[in-house]
């Protein structure tokens, strides 16, 4: 599973981290169990890193991502932290998606650290 979701060391915060290559079907398991995972926790922060992931999802998935959170009911006051490493692929696809949620009114950041990520997190509390 290229994906874990936890509440890492904050219980008012999700931590989701992928490793490796994610497919379309194992981001939409994840998008999944993270929804599951936020209904039960009902957290606003949530910090994603993507430092270890080498291929991302494919960018419609990303979209129906977004799509999925509307449905599923996450809060849109949620705050998401996204940690890339640098690669200009990821970034590429992962700004795609910080604008998606921008304008469906999440509050998303892109940043290149786990402190300043956390930092901007701690801001939204």
Not at 11 to 17: G, K
Not at 57 to 62: A, F, G
Not at 64 to 75: A, L, P, R
Request: glycine share 4%; hydrophobic share 35%.
């Amino acid at each position: 599973m290229p994906f874990k979701i936890s509440s890492g060391t904050s219980p008012d915060r999700i931590e989701v981290s992928y490793t490796g290559n994610v497919s379309d079907e194992e981001f939409r398991n994840a998008i999944t169990e993270f929804v599951i995972f936020n209904s039960e926790k009902h957290c606003l922060l949530v910090l994603t890193d993507l430092r270890e992931m080498t291929v991302t999802p494919s960018i419609l998935n990303v979209y129906d991502s977004i799509n999925m959170f509307e449905k599923m009911g996450i809060d849109s006051r949620t705050s998401e932290a996204l940690i890339l490493p640098e690669n200009k692929f990821i970034e590429k696809n992962v700004k795609f998606y910080e604008n998606a949620c921008l304008n469906r009114g999440y509050n998303v950041r892109i940043f290149y650290n786990r402190e300043d990520a956390l930092n901007w997190l701690k801001q939204n509390e």
